[in-house]
């Protein structure tokens, strides 16, 4: 296995700046409307959440990968999934993938009461020395299993999977509030549809379908 250093620098210059601006212009042109969430992309340095070498190309409209296999998604993406939630402040939201922190933080900045959830002990104790995340009091981390959710915690008002689910988890589905909704890409490895699941009571769920999209696998059982 490869180790590799991670190289962060954490200095937002007016370049960088100008380069978000035109990043949430052009999101906004892919047809993203909700201006809270527009405003959490252009508040949020993406290049805090990359090593130094994608500093240059952190603002393009890309996933990129942060060791282990993984990605931090693309921001249209990350907007897309954020809009579907419709998070309003203080709703507890649960995330499934934490990877960089940049979909949590963008929660965090919508307000919500992030718990997120990551399966992969070097993606976890990256973030957890990741300063950039103090900015928010009320987003916590845990390592762990996102197909059992966090049922310490639960019922939860939204959940959001940023991983690609071959099925909808059972456990997720149990640990969200009645009139609470569920964001969650789903299929085969090669594409998934974008589902928003809402509970209407304890059996009950409405299902919309969205666009296709493809993310890393959701992993399954113990590692
Ligand atoms: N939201 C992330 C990107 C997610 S990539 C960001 O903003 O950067 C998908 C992440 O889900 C990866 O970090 C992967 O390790 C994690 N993951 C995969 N299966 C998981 C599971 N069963 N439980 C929790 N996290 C999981």
Same mark, same amino acid.
């Given at each position: *296995?490869?180790?590799?250093?991670?190289?962060?620098?954490? $200095?937002?210059?007016?370049?960088?700046?100008g380069l978000r601006r /035109?990043?949430?212009?052009?999101?906004?042109? !892919? =047809?993203?409307?909700? $201006?809270?969430?527009?405003?959490?992309?252009?508040?949020?340095?993406?290049?805090?959440?990359?090593?130094?070498?994608?500093?240059?190309?952190?603002?393009?409209?890309?996933?990129?990968?942060?060791?282990?296999?993984?990605?931090?998604?693309?921001?249209? +993406?990350? %907007?897309?999934? @954020?809009?579907?939630?419709?998070? !309003?402040?203080?709703?507890?939201?649960?995330?499934? =993938?934490?990877?960089?922190?940049?979909?949590?933080?963008?929660?965090?900045?919508?307000? %919500?009461?992030?718990?997120?959830?990551?399966?992969?002990?070097?993606?976890?104790?990256?973030?957890?020395?990741?300063?950039?995340?103090?900015?928010? &009091?009320?987003?916590?981390?845990?390592?762990?299993?996102?197909?059992?959710?966090?049922?310490?915690?639960? &019922?939860?008002? !939204?959940?959001?999977? +940023?991983? %690609?689910? &071959? /099925?909808?988890?059972e456990k997720l589905l149990?640990?969200?509030?009645?009139?609470?909704?569920?964001?969650?890409?789903?299929? =085969?490895?090669?594409?998934?549809?974008?589902?928003?699941?809402?509970?209407? @009571?304890?059996?009950?769920?409405?299902?919309?379908?969205?666009?296709?999209?493809?993310?890393?696998? *959701?992993?399954?059982? !113990?590692?």
């Open positions: *296995m490869v180790n590799f250093v991670i190289m962060r620098r954490y $200095e937002d210059t007016y370049k960088q700046k /035109q990043l949430v212009d052009s999101i906004r042109q !892919k =047809g993203i409307t909700d $201006e809270n969430v527009l405003a959490a992309i252009g508040n949020i340095p993406r290049h805090f959440f990359l090593d130094t070498a994608f500093e240059s190309i952190a603002y393009e409209d890309r996933a990129f990968p942060i060791g282990e296999g993984q990605t931090i998604s693309q921001p249209y +993406t990350v %907007a897309y999934q @954020s809009q579907l939630l419709e998070i !309003k402040p203080y709703e507890k939201v649960l995330e499934i =993938g934490t990877g960089s922190a940049y979909q949590a933080c963008v929660l965090a900045e919508l307000k %919500a009461n992030v718990f997120t959830i990551e399966r992969q002990k070097k993606l976890f104790e990256l973030v957890k020395q990741f300063q950039f995340k103090s900015k928010y &009091p009320n987003l916590r981390f845990f390592y762990g299993d996102g197909y059992e959710g966090l049922s310490s915690y639960a &019922p939860f008002d !939204k959940i959001l999977v +940023t991983a %690609a689910a &071959p /099925q909808i988890p149990q640990q969200l509030k009645i009139g609470g909704k569920m964001v969650i890409p789903v299929g =085969g490895q090669d594409v998934q549809r974008m589902l928003r699941i809402t509970k209407v @009571s304890d059996t009950e769920f409405d299902q919309e379908l969205f666009d296709n999209f493809t993310f890393v696998p *959701m992993l399954a059982g !113990k590692r």
